[in-house]
């Protein structure tokens, strides 16, 4: 059966109130972005000289000195997110101190390259610690520094932007509203560049779930209806928004409900969202056949986008006068698609450590129109069979650009190629992919 582990969310406003002034510069601050705006994350174990100082007097600036946004999300021995808000916040879990399995966030946008600033005067004469991040290699190479360093200011700009009442993410680049208990959006929107709304793109995720069970004798189906997410507490930074929760399927029958914890996670420009499957017998015993399709519905403002396949050259333009149904026998896992105008849109990457051989059967799909009232529905399905018993993840990786397919690539690439980062006495890879909190 399938229980999950998911995660999502987003804000983009100072984290304080803060003069007019302030507010101009920072809306011309967040509607200049360069291209692409990767996530940073690395733990407290590869700043040794800062563990065990407290969170709250930690500061990074860039190769001018001047500080940068990033946040500190503390983590439990037992892999949890401390989180501060919501029903059932834990924050006497929290010991506001970095420790080794800490996490800290922030942009590779906001660092500065390597060849033009390094070593500014407040890393030389001031008597705090401090520890250079390098991130990547070569000539694209920027640079940060970590510090104790009170006297620098923080940073007063946040990328995120979340409504808890309205259940409401938005970002310079997207925007999302999920409903009530619910994991999944209800509607979305993206960014067009030169442009100060959303462009209402998707309408709900549509959620298809296919199991064939006693021996082939009895098919069940499920939507996202069956999947209640109760989110227990959450946590609002100026990187990226956590919610934990508690996600269930509802099965039904005589099958019983299974259930994971989640976290959603969101950042500016991409969307992680890590389901774990719980299968409890191998196939060809009690199950013959499962299948999970996630397809987002586009809306009548997506007429001018196209479905595509970039890897295979697929494309195929949503219309709301081309009936349309069928599965494109491209495997999903660790591929991608992209529904965009060419400069706008969202792409999606599918990344599950399932083994390709036991998926035989999946691919792409596109409807149009769709049977929930948008113009089409498209995504992939993962279709399951002869897999051994035990728990799997798959990760799908929501991104958005819009300064069209190179901000794709970018962040696509960031994905499937690790940016290297080093300090001064550890070189790990970007630990953005890591997932916490597993099933239970």
Known sequence: MISAGAKCYFQFMPRSNKSLPQLYLFFLFAFALPVVSEPIVITGASTPSLLGKSIDNIRIINGRGKPIPFQIDELTPEGEYVCFRGDSPNNDESNGILDSIDEIVFLRKDCSPIEMFQNPAITQNSTAVFEKIEIGTGEGTKIAYISN?????????????????????????????????RFHFTHAGVKEKGTPGYIDLTRELRLKIY???????????????????????????????????????????ILKANSAAVNQICYPQMVRVPVYVHLPVRFKSFLREAYIEMTPVISEKGKEYDFTIPEKN????????????????????????????????????????????????????????????????CGFRLNVHDMPRGYYLITNWVLFSNRGKS??????????????????????????????????
């Open 149 to 181: 360093d009170t006297s620098i200011t923080l940073s007063p700009y946040s990328y995120i932007q979340y409504d808890p009442v309205k259940q409401k993410i938005r970002t310079p680049w997207y925007y999302a509203v999920f409903g009530k208990d």
């Open 211 to 253: 199991l064939n069970a006693l021996w082939g004798l009895l098919s069940i189906q499920y939507n996202e209806e069956s999947l209640v997410c109760k989110v227990k507490r959450y946590k609002i930074g100026p990187i990226r928004l956590i919610r934990r929760g508690d996600l269930y399927l509802k099965l039904g029958l």
């Open 314 to 377: 697929i494309t195929f333009p949503l219309t709301e006068n081309t009936p349309l149904d069928t599965l494109i026998p491209v495997m999903p896992n660790n591929s991608y698609f992209s529904v965009t105008n060419g400069l706008s849109g969202y792409g999606w990457l599918v990344n599950s450590d399932m083994q390709n051989r036991y998926l035989d059967g999946s691919g792409f799909l596109i409807s149009s129109p769709s049977d929930r009232g948008g113009i089409a529905h």
């Open 407 to 440: 901000g794709f690539v970018s962040l696509r690439n960031s994905l499937n190629s690790l940016t290297r980062i080093s300090t001064e006495t550890a070189t790990v890879p970007n630990a953005v992919k890591i997932v916490h909190v597993g099933h239970k």
